[in-house]
């Protein structure tokens, strides 16, 4: 069972809360948090193992909050890559999301390499069935999934497809939020 949202998520952070943990994570109070920063933040501040021990899944969450938004006015000179406190809540959203297909990823990879073999994703093909709705021919899903054509399912290529296909673990908590 997938604990993470129980632990956290569940509460649904909010406004004022948001901005008080935003601070938190920002230690020299600049007002912008790099990758470092959040690892640290998700370390010391949430302190949830298995998200911490999920390096893949907080760089894409951190990746895509970043995305999201330009700098504010008159913190153009900061770049692309930080987070501030308006993207904070794109970045909380994301670590719940990312942190849901590592999960299911690491259940696909038996051999923990991080990467998906054909046989491992059509082993799991029952199991993958119960996390999203369509799944076609396996071969063909697995074809364009790859989309760097290297004959393996990376995490980044494994999360586009999920966010397209809706996958949402059949034991998450879901239901409790």
Do not use: H
């Amino acid at each position: 069972k997938v604990e993470f949202g129980k632990q956290w998520y569940q509460r649904r952070v909010r406004g004022q809360e948001r901005f008080d943990m935003f601070d938190t994570f920002d230690p020299n109070g600049n007002g912008i948090l790099s990758l470092a920063e959040v690892d640290k933040g998700i370390r010391d501040i949430l302190a949830i193992d298995e998200l911490f021990d999920a390096k893949p899944a907080i760089m894409r969450a951190f990746q895509a909050a970043k995305a999201c938004g330009k700098p504010s006015k008159g913190r153009e000179d900061i770049g692309d890559d930080y987070i501030e406190k308006l993207e904070f809540r794109r970045l909380l959203l994301g670590l719940r999301m990312y942190f849901e297909f590592w999960v299911a990823f690491k259940r696909i990879d038996g051999d923990d390499d991080r990467r998906l073999s054909f046989d491992e994703f059509s082993a799991a093909e029952e199991t993958i069935k119960k996390w999203v709705t369509n799944l076609g021919d396996m071969q063909e899903e697995f074809d364009k999934i790859d989309s760097n054509d290297g004959g393996m399912i990376l995490f980044d290529e494994f999360c586009k497809w999920a966010i397209l296909k809706t996958l949402d673990l059949e034991d998450d908590d879901d239901a409790d939020e």
